[in-house]
């Protein structure tokens, strides 16, 4: 799944290209593009699904919220968001929190807790880098993918859910207070 607006930024032109050179080729995988068209470019994204021949193997959903698009999170193997800039991805972080492994961009700020925690992949946002990622992705085993979703659980747990990190906050602030006294 790919859960974001519909916006040239989100690298979604290169998540179909390499989709297309990878995943499409088994009949198991569908890829599910979740977001608001905000900028009319989902028109564009069809057709390139169509020049591909793999249109029939990609849903639009348009924008999905609430019982939805937790729905979506859970019945998707992965995330993959190879956006060309993020400052935080909060999309990332939700998907984390539904134990889905991510492939990602090295634009997404979050992209060294994601590979400190073993919760998914990370690549260039490029074609090549993406095709890397979705590459390494399908080659690894049943446990190798089960490893890397209870690394994205824990990446949640570590470093975004609100009950760690408020944690985390409150001790920064009281050693800054502490040093300059």
């Not at 799944?1 to 297309?20: E, N």
């Not at 990609?58 to 956006?83: H, M």
């Not at 492994?101 to 993406?130: F, M």
Request: with cysteine; glycine share 8%.
């Amino acid at each position: 799944i790919c859960l974001s607006r519909i916006h040239p930024k989100k690298g979604t032109d290169i998540l179909i290209r390499a989709f297309a050179a990878t995943l499409a080729q088994d009949r198991a995988w569908h890829l599910v593009i979740a977001g608001p068209d905000q900028v009319g470019w989902q028109r564009d994204l069809e057709a390139l699904a169509q020049s591909l021949s793999i249109a029939e193997r990609i849903t639009f959903t348009g924008k999905l919220e609430g019982a939805l698009k937790w729905g979506a999170f859970a019945a998707s193997e992965v995330f993959v968001l190879p956006s060309h800039q993020e400052n935080f991805g909060i999309v990332v972080a939700e998907a984390l929190a539904c134990g889905l492994p991510v492939v990602l961009s090295d634009k997404i700020n979050i992209w060294r807790e994601v590979l400190r925690n073993q919760a998914g992949l990370v690549a260039p946002d490029t074609l090549g880098g993406t095709l890397d990622s979705l590459t390494r992705y399908t080659a690894l085993t049943a446990g190798e993918r089960a490893a890397m979703s209870t690394g994205a659980l824990e990446c949640f747990r570590q470093e975004f859910d609100f009950s760690t990190t408020s944690v985390k906050v409150l001790e920064n602030i009281e050693q800054l207070a502490r040093s300059r006294r």
